[in-house]
């Protein structure tokens, strides 16, 4: 679906499936290696520290919102792209900062829902 002037893109339900895989085989990885009941918390602590590339990686649906106008000189430039999708069997809506090549660069804001409908809703009203 493309909507014009805001560029919207609907990636695929199936990307979100393969992140809550990618999140139980880390959390089964991290307790073969550091015990039982460790691998929850270090998967956890590991997404905190990585969120932006996570929350990237398990959107299923985009809309670019408009450039990111920093308060610092920056070398490059960014963009706000409004995201939705499903990370750790939780819904989400973010606002991202990513540059031209696509890649993450921070989350600036994240809420949680309980189902795709309100989290695209809230995607689609984000400015």
Excluded: P
């Excluded at 398990?58 to 499903?86: H, K, M, N, P, T």
């Amino acid at each position: 679906m493309e909507v014009i002037m805001s560029m919207y893109q609907s990636i695929g339900t199936a990307s979100a499936n393969v992140v809550d895989r990618v999140m139980e085989m880390l959390v089964a990885g991290l307790e073969l290696e550091f015990g039982r009941g460790a691998g929850q918390a270090m998967a956890h602590r590991l997404l905190e520290a990585e969120e932006a590339d996570f929350r990237w990686d398990a959107r299923v649906e985009e809309r670019w919102i408009g450039a990111y106008e920093s308060i610092d000189d920056d070398e490059f430039e960014l963009d706000r792209i409004a995201i939705c999708g499903r990370l750790d069997g939780k819904w989400f809506c973010a606002t991202m900062l990513v540059d031209g090549d696509g890649q993450a660069h921070g989350v600036t804001g994240c809420r949680t829902f309980l189902s795709l409908v309100r989290a695209r809703d809230a995607m689609l009203r984000a400015h």
